[in-house]
């Protein structure tokens, strides 16, 4: 089968020779389309591809119907909202996506945010300490569960809501329950957001929410930018000038916040949660691995359009 890596933010050199390594060894061609400039440029490489790994890569109605010969698309990470599943399921394509695999790396950064921002964004002046502080989480899932653990072990208290989650479950994962969005904000110094992109939480985090907030908190956003609510955002921040804001997915309106908000905001230029050698790897192999078993023996474990 031929297998197309296409990923406008490519993996590390060894990851690419190890999904190489993987494919070739069990029969497959691979082709291998890196820092492309256009979605056209996109559409145009998957006209004979079987099966695709992609990232963040946007895998669109368009670029489903130029690949007839299409059976696989594998999101390398954790977020598929960058792959249209009903176009998908209408060309009969099975979408994965390899959860967990890059989930460490994303929760090493948000540490990290925490740490910047308490820090004062590495500036020589005052900051404070994350030991002690509260840290609410906002979905308990791989990532979030791995920023409660490392968060628990540098002395932060630690609550996290998840609405697929049973109180006690959420606590014998090492966090406070809390089952109220409102309460989780107004009880958390940072607040580290977790959720995937959907309709549901589109636009849900905004000025009522992040107003909730204590003195002197930071909001950490390491899942999605569209999940705040850009105008809120602003809004929260013009009225409170304690609120911070970190994301790794630069807010469209960034320019505007850092003129007015300065070392309140930062975002970093270009998402990189996941950008290291081992998620790159860990992401890259299972892909590569899952699209062989699929097609050596029709296993769609970690289908997500079923
Ligand atoms: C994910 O959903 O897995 C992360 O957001 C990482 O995305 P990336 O592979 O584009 O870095």
New binding site residues.
Partial sequence: MKVLIATQ?PFSAAAVAGIKDILTQNGHEVALLEKYAEQKDFVAAVADAQAIIV??DKVTAEVIAAAPKLKIVVR????FDNVDLEAATAHGVVVMNTPGQ?SNA?AELAIAMMIFMARTQFTPATGSEIQGKRLGIQAYGNVGRLVGQKAGALGMKVFALDPFLKPEQIKEAGAEPVEDINVLYAGSDYLSIHIPALPSTIGSIGYELITKMPKGAVLVNTARKEVIDGAGLMKALEEREDLRYITDVMPDNYEALREKFGLRVFATPK?M???TAEANMNAGLAAARQICDFFATGCTRFQVNK
């Fill in positions: 933010k990232r963040s390398a990470g954790a977020g890059n994303v998402k949660g996941a950008q």
